[in-house]
């Protein structure tokens, strides 16, 4: 994870509004919103994390939302991309001891609870 990510993810964890290089984070009533370029790109609280392209499905804004995904959300959940398009692994249980996941089509405004 680069510094930048750990850093956005200590600022969530610690309620704190946050700012470095291209990468926000405003905190308000414990739901930290981080932004990328200006753009929207996820909202954490206590319980779900939603996240979004902010407009654009670049490398950086994938790095920000699987730093976000290995902080807040199951491990192994995350934004992946294949043939040009962005997909999202999602954790739906366990079988025999075994971690199973899901892939879905990214969706703007998905949410991991």
Known sequence: MRK?????????QYNKNWSGKNTTVITEDKVSKVYL???HIATVDDDSMTIF????????TKSRLNALCDEFCMA??????KDFAWYVR??????NGQQVFKTVEFE???TFA
């Open 4 to 12: 930048v990510e750990t850093q956005m993810c200590e600022a969530i």
């Open 37 to 39: 370029h200006g753009n």
């Open 53 to 60: 392209d902010g407009g654009y499905q670049s490398v950086t």
């Open 76 to 81: 192994g959940e995350g934004v992946f991309q």
């Open 90 to 95: 999602v954790f739906v249980g366990a079988v």
């Open 108 to 110: 703007n405004g998905y």
